[in-house]
T-cell receptor
Framework: AQSVTQLGSHVSVSEGALVLLRCNYSSSVPPYLFWYVQYPNQGLQLLLKYTTGATLVKGINGFEAEFKKSETSFHLTKPSAHMSDAAEYFCAVIRGADGLTFGKGTHLIIQP | GAVVSQHPSRVICKSGTSVKIECRSLDFQATTMFWYRQFPKQSLMLMATSNEGSKATYEQGVEKDKFLINHASLTLSTLTVTSAHPEDSSFYIC?????????????FGPGTRLTVT
């Protein structure tokens, strides 16, 4: 069975600082991993995904994530935070044809 | 491309009534659609998976007689909450997959806020 753990329900960084959101997964099969962002009262927007190939994945809005099989991690980073990055971020692992299993989410706060 | 819409965006209904939520893939044929619910400040939980023309597969603990799912075409799935109660109040989000060249990617609708009074 697949599961996702996001460390830190809330992360606060200063504008311009590095953003690091942590995600660890458990999967009995090679995982397909995703990061989504959700703004208040809206659906989810895909930031990036890892399926196969290069382990460093670049996404939208300057975000990237690195798949590390040895650490079962897929942490999300952005070199310089912007106020517009404040949102809820979800890491997810696919369950084949059965939908996504989401982590509990990390609320990113950007301090001016 | 890959736009998914939901209707309505918000609905308020009285306890005991039923409400239908529509999920449409606007520019691609969705072989599979998924329904999730999200309680305030919580993550999304998968409720059910539906394939066009087939019965939906429900997750453990989700009442299939209460949450009726129909996926009659490759662009439309509906979720009907029957005999709604206040505890059914939640944010319901659908997603669709099946876009050519992106078999594992799900595209999410904007969600429907259901409030049962």
């Amino acid at each position: 069975a697949q599961s996702v753990t996001q460390l830190g329900s809330h992360v606060s960084v200063s504008e311009g600082a590095l953003v690091l959101l942590r995600c660890n997964y458990s999967s009995s099969v090679p995982p397909y991993l995703f990061w989504y962002v959700q703004y208040p009262n809206q659906g989810l927007q895909l930031l990036l995904k890892y399926t196969t190939g290069a382990t460093l994945v670049k996404g939208i809005n300057g975000f990237e994530a690195e798949f590390k099989k040895s650490e079962t991690s897929f942490h999300l980073t952005k070199p310089s935070a912007h106020m517009s990055d404040a949102a809820e971020y979800f890491c997810a692992v696919i369950r084949g044809a059965d939908g996504l299993t989401f982590g509990k989410g990390t609320h990113l706060i950007i301090q001016p | 491309g890959a736009v998914v819409s939901q209707h309505p965006s918000r609905v308020i209904c009285k306890s005991g009534t039923s409400v239908k939520i529509e999920c449409r893939s606007l520019d691609f044929q969705a072989t599979t659609m998924f329904w999730y619910r999200q309680f305030p400040k919580q993550s999304l939980m998968l409720m059910a998976t539906s394939n066009e023309g087939s019965k939906a597969t429900y997750e453990q603990g989700v009442e299939k007689d209460k949450f009726l799912i129909n996926h009659a075409s490759l662009t439309l799935s509906t979720l009907t909450v029957t005999s709604a109660h206040p505890e059914d109040s939640s944010f319901y989000i659908c997603s669709a997959s099946g876009l050519a060249g992106a078999p594992y990617e799900q595209y999410f609708g904007p969600g429907t806020r259901l409030t049962v009074t």
